[in-house]
């Protein structure tokens, strides 16, 4: 199958760091992104990963280990505004498979 | 980074109505757009495969015949909700890939997503 799981909620305080898991239970997955929904909005892509280990961008990294179909996004020096939805997808040749998202909150 | 629209933001209907929603790539050529919809506090549900030149691809469940796309350019894509009820009323979110984005896996390019439109069905 295709299962994307990750957590439903979190909260975190401003200025903190925070890591969102992810774990996906299939061999049909080429990459694995990162995106970033604010409510009502489209998501907004922010990273992928294809090969094992970490990406750095900014306040922003993404980690995979394709052996354990696991990642996670890791965001750094939390603002108010990085309170949104935030979606792992698998990606394969054909489409992108959508975990349900972790809202996450930023207390001040 | 590339752009997609999206026309309509929004959208309220009467029951029985067809609505159409154009999906857009604004900075490059899109061979391939998908369709997503999303209702209230879930994940987004792909509807179908938009391939240029030839006939979309749809997900199970998803009503060919109720839900036509037309993808007749390389930078527009149409979804027509026909016969639109309450139950269709959701964020219908577009998205196109661009094989040239910087950093884009061989075998799976970077899906870049329209701004979405809110389909209100009353």
């Known amino acids: 199958g295709q299962n994307i799981d990750q957590p439903t909620e979190m909260t975190a305080t401003e200025g903190a760091i925070v890591q969102i898991n992810c774990t996906y239970q299939t061999s049909g997955f080429n990459g694995l992104f990162w995106y970033q929904q604010h409510a009502g909005e489209a998501p907004t892509f922010l990273s992928y990963?294809?090969?094992?280990g970490l990406e750095e961008k900014g306040r922003f990294s993404s980690f995979l280990s394709r052996s354990k179909g696991y990642s996670y996004l890791l965001l750094k020096e939390l603002q108010m505004k990085d309170s949104a939805s935030y979606l792992c997808a698998g990606g394969s040749a054909r489409q992108l498979t959508f975990g349900s998202g972790t809202q996450l909150t930023v207390l001040p | 980074g590339a752009v997609v629209s999206q026309h309509p933001s929004w959208v309220i209907c009467k029951s029985g109505t067809s609505v159409k929603i154009e999906c857009r790539s604004l900075?490059?050529?899109?061979?391939?757009m998908f369709w997503y919809r999303q209702f209230p506090k879930q994940s987004l549900m792909l509807m179908a495969t938009s391939n240029e030149g030839s006939k979309a691809t749809y997900e199970q469940g998803v009503e060919k015949d109720k839900f036509l796309i037309n993808h007749a350019s390389l930078t527009l894509s149409t979804l027509t909700v026909t016969s639109a009820h309450p139950e269709d009323s959701s964020f219908y979110i577009c998205?196109?890939?661009?094989?040239?984005?910087?950093?884009?896996?061989?075998?799976?390019?970077?899906?870049?997503f329209g701004p979405g439109t809110r389909l209100t069905v009353l």
């Open positions: 990963n294809v090969l094992d």
């Open positions: 998205s196109a890939r661009d094989p040239l984005a910087s950093g884009g896996p061989t075998s799976t390019d970077t899906q870049y």
């Open positions: 900075d490059f050529q899109a061979t391939t």
